[in-house]
């Protein structure tokens, strides 16, 4: 599967911004999707993932400001993030695991990865 990021932004403190990964194939149905972010100097670092069964987990840091959901009918995955924090400063990258694992907020579970968007909130 292919994954296309787009949708950041540069964007004040408070902001809200909408990311979306389009996925080309068929089976996105079948695969557990993921955000993860990667600020500079630091290493990649989940964000939020929903599962292929529609379970959705999220990075404490992130909980209650961030809404990630999919439509299996466009084979898109979307993370909505509201009340934005310079700290949320990052490229952000969509994922998706075609194993079955359950660490979604593990990294090293997700087989495809975007290119990546950058998103840049000022204080």
């Known amino acids: 599967v292919q994954l296309q990021a787009c949708g950041g932004g540069f964007v004040q403190a408070g902001g809200s911004l909408r990311l979306s990964c389009a996925a080309s194939?068929?089976?996105?149905?079948?695969?557990?999707m993921g955000w993860f972010r990667q600020a500079p100097g630091k290493e990649r670092e989940f964000v939020a993932a929903?599962?292929?069964?529609?379970?959705?987990y999220y990075d404490e840091s992130v909980k209650a400001r961030f809404i990630i959901s999919r439509d299996n009918d466009k084979n898109t995955l979307y993370l909505q993030m509201n009340s934005l924090k310079p700290e949320d400063t990052a490229v952000y990258y969509c994922?998706?695991?075609?194993?079955?694992?359950?660490?979604?907020?593990?990294?090293?579970?997700?087989?495809?990865w975007g290119q990546g968007t950058l998103v840049t909130v000022s204080s």
């Open positions: 929903t599962s292929r069964y529609g379970g959705k």
């Open positions: 994922a998706a695991d075609s194993s079955g694992s359950p660490y979604y907020t593990d990294r090293k579970s997700y087989d495809y």
């Open positions: 194939g068929r089976t996105f149905v079948s695969y557990d």
